[in-house]
């Protein structure tokens, strides 16, 4: 199956969307990628939610991405008397390590790394930033606030402190145990939440060990911070608006999202764009045209892939909200100015042979009105280039690596195809021709630009661009 866009898709799975014919109609409808969210799976389902997208890639026989979400560390005050309590502007409140139950005038907050981060003046917010509250004095086991937005504090209502570097790591216990059952398993990307500092990274990449791609969710300002080491340690970033919009002002969101995504474009790694895109489909057949227009910024901006989360996981219209993302992509993709925007955006390669023929495929592409550019690949690296100049015409990948097709199953514009190494010079362009032929994205008369490795099979070694005609049936005639 062709899709008719370069930006992918992300349809997380949950209650509404974990059944074989929901995945396949989920895939069908235009999903390129799933997520596996870690905080609401035991490892007894995500083996079999993982073994039903696998049967649905089987079926369809086209790489699909799994992509396992960690849950990291959650921060939370304890329990209240009566379940919860009201806050009032200007009153005080004491959050300390006492278990005992809450009230209007205290809470358990059993973090005692928290008290060692705040200082003075620092905020804390609670119940994902509806009540905000200034500290006025701390000490190893206290903290005494003001309030300074009230609000209703229920139990267990989570803890956000923006302003302190928390010395927390961002991989819990039971993302330990998650991480080892979904490499075990064979998926394809980590997200990771909770990221501060680029080290938060190594450590992932360290248990990986090269079995998984790491992806580093950015929804803290202290990741902002370290955004170009974070971009160099990580595989591929997420700007993930839910939390990133908790602890920093609402209004820097948009900035940031579009700061970040130039980044990683800059870089050559894939970024995402998550979180309430489609938020009101949760419970509505059609989104709302902000909605719409949030998804096409995105798009216009060059982003990898965009996600939904509980659109898909959870609501009543799962199937639609994937089907309304891809119409809105194809869409914007379509537009006049799409290409101009795109463009503006696009930087110099770095100073590296592999880099040089990638940049130099597109113009090749693009000067012949090629009907494809079509890269071979191991490692998927000559796939992340290729992405990287983000031409406007097709971008197929040839891998003989199940691994790397799925891996780059999320990269913007890439259409993965699984088969057997090419054997010579002669292999490369007459199977690069009868594939994009098979494919359907090349016709007889019509040439296609090829990058390829030398010495064949040689990972990281792009060093071969050649222009081929398709001939009769798709053979080379080059």
């Not at 396992?68 to 009201?86: C, F, Y």
């Not at 010079?425 to 098979?438: H, K, P, T």
Request: charged letters at 25%; proline letters at 6%; aromatic letters at 4%.
């Amino acid at each position: 199956m062709i899709r008719r866009r370069n930006v992918k898709i992300i349809a997380t799975l949950g209650p509404a969307s974990s059944s074989p014919e929901m995945i396949r109609a989920l895939f069908d409808a235009g999903a390129d990628v799933f997520r596996l969210n870690m905080s609401h799976l035991n490892h007894e389902n995500l083996k079999i939610v993982h073994g039903m997208v696998r049967a649905v890639e089987k079926e369809v026989d086209r790489p699909i991405s799994i992509l396992a979400d960690l849950q990291g560390p959650k921060l939370r005050v304890g329990e209240m008397e009566g379940g919860s309590a009201e806050l009032v502007d200007g009153q005080t409140f004491r959050l300390d390590l006492d278990k005992a139950k809450g009230t209007a005038k205290r809470a358990p907050l059993p973090h005692p790394e928290i008290f060692a981060a705040v200082k003075t003046g620092h905020s804390l917010l609670l119940d994902d930033g509806k009540i905000r509250l200034r500290v006025t004095s701390c000490g190893a086991d206290f903290a005494e606030t003001i309030v300074i937005v009230g609000g209703t504090l229920s139990n267990r209502k989570g803890v956000n402190v923006p302003e302190a570097v928390l010395p927390v790591a961002a991989l819990t216990e039971k993302d330990r145990r998650d991480f080892d059952a979904v490499l075990k398993l064979g998926v394809d990307w980590v997200a990771l939440s909770f990221i501060q500092r680029p080290e938060d990274i190594a450590e992932a990449r360290k248990i990986a060990r090269g079995r998984a791609a790491i992806l580093a969710k950015i929804e803290k300002p202290q990741a902002l911070v370290h955004l170009d080491e974070i971009i160099e340690m990580a595989d591929a970033l997420m700007v993930a608006r839910g939390d990133l919009g908790v602890e920093l002002p609402l209004q820097q969101v948009p900035g940031w999202q579009k700061r970040i995504t130039r980044a990683a474009r800059r870089a050559g790694k894939p970024v995402v764009v998550a979180t309430q895109m489609l938020e009101s489909m949760i419970a509505a057949p059609v989104p709302t045209r902000a909605e719409v227009s949030d998804v096409a910024t995105a798009v216009f901006e060059g982003a990898d892939a965009i996600m939904l989360s509980a659109e898909s996981a959870a609501g009543q219209y799962p199937v639609e909200a994937v089907r309304m993302m891809n119409n809105v992509a194809i869409e914007v993709e379509g537009d006049p100015t799409y290409p101009g925007i795109i463009y503006s955006q696009n930087n110099q390669p770095e100073a590296t042979g592999a880099d040089a023929i990638s940049a130099a495929a597109h113009m090749v592409a693009d000067t012949l009105k090629a009907a494809a550019i079509v890269c071979w690949t191991n490692s998927g690296s000559t796939g992340l280039r290729a992405a990287r100049e983000r031409p406007m015409l097709p971008i197929i990948v040839l891998t003989p690596v199940p691994a790397t097709a799925r891996r780059l199953a999320l990269v913007w514009g890439l259409h993965c195809v699984l088969t057997a190494d090419a054997k010579d010079l002669d292999d490369v362009a007459e199977r690069a021709c009868g594939i994009a032929f098979r494919e359907g994205y090349a016709q007889p008369g019509q040439r296609i630009v090829v990058t390829a490795g030398l010495p064949l099979g040689t990972p990281g070694a792009t060093n071969l661009l050649r222009v081929a005609f398709v001939g009769h049936m798709g053979s080379s005639a080059d």
